[in-house]
């Protein structure tokens, strides 16, 4: 039905009726809060709800109680837990950072300067970011795999090198891990970065240069403190992407070995839907979604107060 | 050292990084097409068969024959579509809303909504799954697609009220003036011109739904209602170290699409991105 059409055949009450409606916001975003009442407010709180409960996936009767909030948080797995979900998260965060950043300085200075490759770079590092989790979980197996195909250890077998237990060993499978999570994760640092060094003021450069600034003294002191709220933006972001990401993991390593990379995101998830215990999941899932707030609040603590235009 | 040599240098360093950064992003890539086309013997030749001597394209038609991959392709394409469209009919009014209206607690409420994008769906979908299985929508594809529609929405409302907030003001209100109402502005002006941001969004949401894991994991049982996404990790259970050529087939069949979809439309999307990042 279009709109005109409703203009044109309506008496003229409705269509005062219809302009008055039309004028408030409300009715435009009704659907929005609807979605979001539905699927996300609701579930939330029934989260915090379920968390005080014993609930688990099959059984329909539950009591409430504090014993799955003491059971979970005092779990002996949790503290390795925490550790994985650390190093995991620390490390994309960092690393995706750093290497968009790097990247993104590189494509500009490139295109500035008109070098080879730049645009080959820039979207074969967004085609890794397109890649679904289980894909990249799949494909970075077969770069990690032990077995004769694995794609690393056959090229250190080439240049009698001595292979790497890439996967099996606990203290190496954590850095597989996150090498395939920076390989997915870069390419959007690498975007947020390129934006925010396109937006920088071409005649602080200027200055900097007049003023006899090498290079890395212009990189120091006039890039990094304008990209200070976008590299905070993006570490909020990339932060909760990073401890909400288990696809990738569950192909790649399951978790294993042992316990050396089972996330916060795969525990839960093995929790809840592996073992139906839903009251203790919950709660996990609450401990996770403090850690992603608090640590944007940490973060967002650090941007610059916006300024009133 | 003069400025000159300087520069040359700084060249030089650029293309041996932008070298080491092109066969990170794209070794992997190649290496899953490389697998992909091997024979079984040469499977066990590991990266010494970098470029097979034999390719084949026996396993993309094993693959495609001997499974459900052309169901679980289309039930991809399906729900991703399907979401693509769900996100627009919810998040365009409340983008025009946010862009022209004033009123009381609008900053708060697009903050509120970032918030929610910062929610793992992971915690949303346990009281879901509950909610669904009783009101008996489990293995639907309505269920999944809603459930992807709320996902989608926070960050499509926040690039789209960018993209009209790029249209100017006084086209709206010339519009007025003729008689038009707030609809048929939003139905002639803004739609038609925010095109490009629509478009973007679009294939933003398609290409997320498209790598969605969790949700019809969770939300779907039978076999020929999934997704790719869930597809390609059961199929990866029933596979063993000498049919792995089969698995990369599979694999690559699962992103080659995600990939085309990016790449035709690149542009905007970078475009609908960077300007959402930098205006905030």
Redesign the interface.
């Known amino acids: 039905m279009s709109p005109i059409a409703i203009e044109a055949d309506t008496p003229p009450q409705s269509r005062t009726f219809m302009r008055r409606f039309a004028g408030a916001p409300l009715p435009w975003i009704m659907p929005v809060i609807i979605v979001i009442g539905i699927f996300y407010l609701y579930p939330v709180i029934d989260v915090f709800r379920l968390s005080f409960t014993n609930a688990t996936l099959i059984g329909e009767n539950q009591q409430y109680t504090f014993g799955s909030i003491s059971n979970a948080l005092s779990s002996p797995q949790l503290p390795d837990i925490l550790w994985a979900t650390l190093i995991f998260v620390g490390g994309s965060v960092i690393g995706q950072q750093i290497l968009g950043l790097a990247v993104a300085v590189t494509v500009i200075r490139g295109e500035k300067r008109g070098l080879f490759g730049t645009t080959i770079l820039r979207t074969t590092a967004l085609v890794a970011w397109v890649v679904p989790g289980i894909a990249g979980g799949i494909i970075w197996q077969m770069l990690f795999s032990e077995a004769p195909y694995g794609a690393l250890n056959s090229i250190l077998r080439l240049m009698h090198m001595p292979t790497v237990a890439w996967l099996s060993d606990p203290a190496m499978a954590p850095w597989s891990t996150l090498i395939s999570n920076i390989w997915r994760g870069t390419a959007f640092s690498m975007v947020v970065m390129y934006a925010a060094l396109k937006s920088i003021d071409p005649s602080l450069y200027e200055a900097a240069e007049v003023d006899g600034a090498t290079a890395s003294q212009q990189f120091f002191f006039v890039t990094l403190p304008q990209l200070r709220a976008a590299i905070l933006v993006n570490m909020i972001l990339i932060t909760i992407q990073t401890v909400n990401t288990f696809d990738a993991i569950i192909t790649l390593t399951g978790g294993g070995p042992g316990r050396a990379t089972e996330v916060i995101s795969l525990y839960v998830f093995n929790i809840v839907f592996r073992n139906y215990d839903l009251s203790g999941g919950s709660v996990l899932s609450v401990l996770m979604l403090i850690i992603s707030l608090g640590l944007a609040f940490i973060y967002a603590s650090f941007l610059p107060k916006e300024e009133e235009q | 050292m003069s400025g000159r040599t300087?520069?040359r240098l700084?060249?030089a360093m650029?293309?041996l990084?932008?070298l080491v950064?092109?066969v990170?992003?794209?070794?992997?890539?190649t290496?899953?097409l490389s697998?992909a086309l091997r024979d079984k013997r040469e499977?066990?030749?590991?990266?010494?068969r970098y470029i097979p001597d034999n390719p084949t394209i026996q396993n993309f038609i094993t693959v495609l024959n001997n499974s459900y991959f052309p169901i679980y392709l289309w039930n991809g394409l399906k729900l991703a579509a399907l979401s693509g469209f769900g996100v627009l009919?919810?998040?365009l009014?409340?983008a025009?809303?946010?862009s022209r209206?004033q009123?009381r607690g609008?900053g708060l409420?697009m903050m509120g909504?970032l918030?929610?994008?910062?929610?793992?769906?992971?915690?949303?979908?346990?009281?879901?799954?509950?909610?669904m299985n009783r009101l008996g929508l489990l293995d639907t594809h309505f269920a999944v697609v809603?459930?992807y529609?709320?996902?989608g929405?926070?960050l499509a409302?926040w690039l789209l009220k960018s993209t009209v907030d790029g249209i100017p003001r006084s086209l709206d209100e010339a519009a007025m003036i003729d008689g038009c109402?707030?609809?048929?502005v939003?139905?002639?002006i803004i739609l038609p011109l925010s095109a490009p941001g629509i478009a973007s969004v679009f294939i933003i949401t398609v290409?997320a739904g498209?790598?969605?894991?969790?949700v019809p994991f969770?939300l779907l049982t039978k076999n020929d209602l999934m997704p790719?996404?869930v597809g390609?990790?059961n199929f990866?259970g029933m596979q063993t170290?000498s049919s792995?050529q089969l698995?990369?087939a599979a694999?690559l069949i699962?992103?080659v699409p995600?990939?085309v979809a990016?790449?035709s439309l690149?542009r905007l999307i970078?475009g609908a991105?960077?300007?959402g990042?930098?205006k905030?």
Do not use: E, H
């Open positions: 300087g520069s700084g060249d650029s293309y990084f932008m950064m092109f990170f992003f794209a070794g992997p890539l290496y899953l697998m499977v066990y030749r590991g990266a010494a009919i919810v998040a009014p409340a025009y809303a946010f209206f009123f609008k409420s909504l918030l929610f994008q910062m929610i793992s769906p992971l915690v949303i979908m346990v009281p879901l799954y509950r909610y809603m459930v529609v709320a996902l929405v926070p409302t109402n707030r609809f048929s939003f139905w002639r290409i498209w790598s969605q894991f969790l969770l790719i996404g390609i990790f990866r170290d792995i698995l990369a694999c699962s992103v995600a990939i990016f790449l690149q970078l991105m960077t300007s990042a930098v905030g």
